[in-house]
């Protein structure tokens, strides 16, 4: 006759947990089998406490942990529990833990500056050719993004918006890391604090890709005064999940 098997012990995440990776490792304890069986586990999970249609139920894992193979919800508590098999019977399951996996918008620039030189009236310059380099944006985040971005004014005669001051989203070496059909990838006129400029769409948060070029476009007007010209950009990260 088949003893069933001990019930587990949940370990790690604490119940009531909070955390930001989407990936989190779950773990438990057992205690021995009076028979000797070897056991394997049936890990459940769900974003409600009845378990009646569960995103995650695996079965046959022979560890005591378990991570998740697809990155889970953001903004979302889920509840999990498991219980043990030893080839012949089921254990009855733990009680329910729970954790809350809590969305993370950041951003960085890791190219943070662009830099013309001297340049020569009513000609066009521009960063497609990475000479200069253009910005990079960077998703630091958990979140898909969409970046957004506004500027003070680059040239004496030319307010914002205009076409002497530009920009547009590109691939950096990490190609695909946005929805470049949502996304500003012709030049565009770059705005004012009052009407930000929505540019890149569903920015990647995996760090293999997870950055976008953001190009930029000048021309001096023909009656722009000489001396030194500068602009402040301002980039801000929006979730968008």
């Known amino acids: 006759n088949n003893t069933v098997p001990p019930v587990p012990f949940l370990n790690l995440p604490p119940s009531g947990n909070d955390t930001t990776d989407r990936t989190p490792e779950f773990s438990w304890v057992i205690g021995p089998d009076l028979d000797g069986d070897s056991i394997t586990f049936n890990f459940i999970m769900d974003d409600n406490e009845t378990f009646n249609a569960p995103e995650v139920n695996v079965t046959d894992i022979s560890s005591t942990t378990y991570t998740p193979i697809s990155d889970l919800d953001v903004d979302t508590m889920y509840f999990w529990k498991v219980r043990s098999y030893d080839g012949y019977d089921y254990s009855e399951y733990?009680?329910?833990?729970?954790?809350?996996?809590?969305?993370y918008v950041a951003i960085s620039l890791p190219v943070n500056s662009v830099?013309?030189?001297?340049?020569t009236r009513d000609v066009y310059y521009n960063t497609s050719d990475d000479t200069?380099?253009?910005?990079?944006?960077?998703?630091?985040?958990?979140?898909?993004?969409?970046?957004?971005?506004?500027?003070?004014?680059?040239?004496?005669?030319?307010p914002l918006p205009s076409w002497y001051?530009?920009?547009?989203?590109?691939?950096?070496?990490?190609?695909?890391?946005?929805?470049?059909?949502?996304?500003?990838?012709?030049?565009?006129?770059?705005?004012?604090?009052?009407?930000?400029?929505?540019?890149?769409?569903?920015?990647?948060?995996?760090?293999?890709?997870?950055?976008?070029?953001?190009?930029?476009?000048?021309?001096?007007?023909?009656?722009?005064?000489?001396?030194?010209?500068?602009?402040?950009?301002?980039?801000?990260?929006?979730?968008?999940?």
């Not at 830099?115 to 340049?119: R, V, Y």
């Not at 960077?138 to 004014?153: H, M, P, R």
């Not at 950096?172 to 705005?191: K, V």
């Open 115 to 119: 830099d013309f030189g001297s340049i």
């Open 165 to 241: 001051y530009q920009c547009k989203a590109g691939d950096s070496t990490e190609i695909g890391a946005f929805n470049s059909t949502f996304s500003l990838t012709d030049w565009t006129n770059i705005t004012g604090q009052t009407s930000p400029l929505e540019l890149i769409s569903l920015l990647q948060y995996q760090d293999i890709n997870d950055s976008a070029e953001v190009e930029i476009q000048i021309k001096a007007p023909v009656d722009e005064g000489a001396g030194f010209k500068t602009s402040t950009i301002t980039f801000m990260g929006n979730f968008s999940e």
């Open 132 to 158: 200069p380099t253009p910005f990079l944006v960077q998703n630091d985040g958990n979140s898909l993004v969409n970046i957004t971005l506004y500027a003070t004014g680059l040239f004496d005669t030319a």
């Open 94 to 103: 733990t009680s329910f833990w729970n954790l809350t996996i809590d969305s």
